[in-house]
Nanobody, 123 residues
């Protein structure tokens, strides 16, 4: 079965950058997709970005479009979220997620989740 482990979170100043990583292990389907979600305290988990199996299709939530970039390295089984020009609204726990059938937007499409990594943006 698929397992996901996030890393790369931490504290960063507003306007700065950091990169999150997700290590993927286990059997994955060729038509699968990967996504990043985030959750702030007291708020619902929300979609951030997703990428299809080949990396040729990416989707972004409007507030991060142009600032964040999702990418994947299928040889090393890694998924990245490059975060640039971060702001206070980006403070949250970030989760990597796996979609076995390739759905790329709804949380219900993602059946496997990582443990999360904290990102804190200071002003």
């Amino acid at each position: 079965q698929v397992q996901l482990v996030e890393s790369g979170g931490g504290s960063v100043r507003a306007g700065g950058s950091l990169r999150l990583s997700c290590a993927v292990s286990g059997r994955t389907f060729s038509s699968s997709a990967m996504g990043w979600f985030r959750q702030a305290p007291g708020k619902a988990r929300e979609f951030v970005a997703s990428i299809n199996w080949s990396g040729g299709i990416t989707l972004y939530e409007d507030s991060v479009k142009g600032r964040f970039t999702i990418s994947r390295d299928n040889v090393n089984k890694l998924v990245y979220l490059q975060m640039n020009r971060v702001n206070s609204g980006d403070t949250a726990v970030y989760y990597c997620a796996y979609s076995g059938y390739g759905g790329m937007r709804s949380e219900t499409s993602f059946g496997v989740w990582g443990q999360g990594t904290q990102v804190t943006v200071s002003s």
